[in-house]
């Protein structure tokens, strides 16, 4: 059973930064593909950063060079940073992965950006 935990949302001023984390249990980050969706009032969940298991990422067109994803495998941790946030940028980010052709995904932490 894998357990995904998100950490580090909050309020941030437009141009501020935040740093969101993602622990996991059950489940090696080095070993699965582990993604951050995100999900803003009256929108579809949407893709924001995936990091694959040879390391290689990719990024919405949105938050390239904005947002970096990154792992911490003796941590066991899905880092997501994020610089220069927009108010667009609010929503409530969750952390997923894949593991065994089941769908995990973490309860969330909300990112709100005032203008």
């Known amino acids: 059973q894998v357990q995904l935990v998100e950490s580090g949302g909050g309020l941030v001023q437009a141009g501020g930064s935040l740093r969101l984390s993602c622990a996991a249990s059950g489940s090696a980050v080095s070993k699965n593909t582990f993604g951050w969706f995100r999900q803003a009032p009256g929108k579809q969940r949407e893709l924001v950063a995936i990091?694959?298991?040879?390391?290689?990422?990719d990024y919405a067109e949105s938050v390239k060079g904005r947002f970096t994803i990154s792992r911490d495998n003796a941590e066991n941790t899905v880092d997501l940073q994020l610089n220069s946030l927009k108010p667009e940028d609010t929503a409530v980010y969750y952390c997923?992965?894949?593991?065994?052709?089941?769908?995990?995904w973490g309860q969330g932490t909300q990112v709100t950006v005032s203008s």
């Open positions: 997923y992965t894949r593991a065994q052709a089941v769908n995990y």
């Open positions: 990091i694959y298991i040879g390391g290689t990422t």
